[in-house]
């Protein structure tokens, strides 16, 4: 099940500078657009701890 657009539409990043979050759905991720954390979601609901976020990936060179 896809995430509601207008969820998608109000949910930003948790960390200070509140960011938009991009979606992947089919890795079932939300990547913050500024700091680049990767959030999880779990049975349709996002995980936005950043205790849980993955860092995001190493650029490739």
Do not use: G, K, W
Not at 1 to 21: F, R, S
């Amino acid at each position: 099940m896809a995430l509601d657009q207008q969820l998608l539409d109000i949910l930003a990043c948790p960390d200070t500078h509140h960011a938009p979050l991009t979606y992947d759905a089919e890795a079932q991720t939300l990547t913050c657009t500024e700091c680049h954390r990767v959030f999880e979601i779990r049975d349709d609901i996002p995980i936005l701890l950043l205790d849980e976020a993955r860092p995001p990936a190493p650029e490739a060179s």
